[in-house]
């Protein structure tokens, strides 16, 4: 088992920046591979972005490349999520997962955390 909490959210201009966190406890969670997903009203839940066991390798949705960047310290159990430029399309329930296996896809996380809100103002 592996527990995931989210902390970070909140509400920003656009243009502004904010950064998730997520601490992950439990059973070989720093063997994990770890996922940002976001999902607004409804919508489904899409894709962020993903990064490997070791930090080695991230993907990005095309929607955030270039404005997003995942990272992890294995030594703190965190994930991080920092979103800079911000649009109000960023608009979303912002979700930690955790996957034995490195995906972009949402079937492939079967640990999830609670959510955190991040509204972009325009």
């Known amino acids: 088992q592996v527990q995931l909490v989210e902390s970070g959210g909140g509400l920003v201009q656009a243009g ?3 950064r ?3 601490v992950a406890s439990g059973r070989a969670s720093s063997n994990s ?3 940002w997903f976001r999902q607004a009203p409804g919508k489904e839940r899409e894709f962020v972005a993903t990064i490997s066991w070791n930090g080695a390798t991230t993907r990005y949705a095309d929607s955030v490349k270039g404005r997003f960047t995942i990272s992890r310290d294995n030594a703190q159990n965190t994930v ?3 979103m800079n430029s911000l649009k109000p399309e960023d608009t979303a329930a912002y979700y930690c997962a955790a996957s034995a296996y490195f995906s972009t896809q949402t079937v ?3 640990y999830w955390g609670q959510g955190a809100q991040v509204t972009v103002s325009s």
């Open 80 to 82: 991080y999520l920092q």
């Open 20 to 22: 998730l966190s997520c």
């Open 16 to 18: 502004g920046s904010l």
């Open 108 to 110: 492939g996380y079967n």
């Open 33 to 35: 591979h770890m996922g």
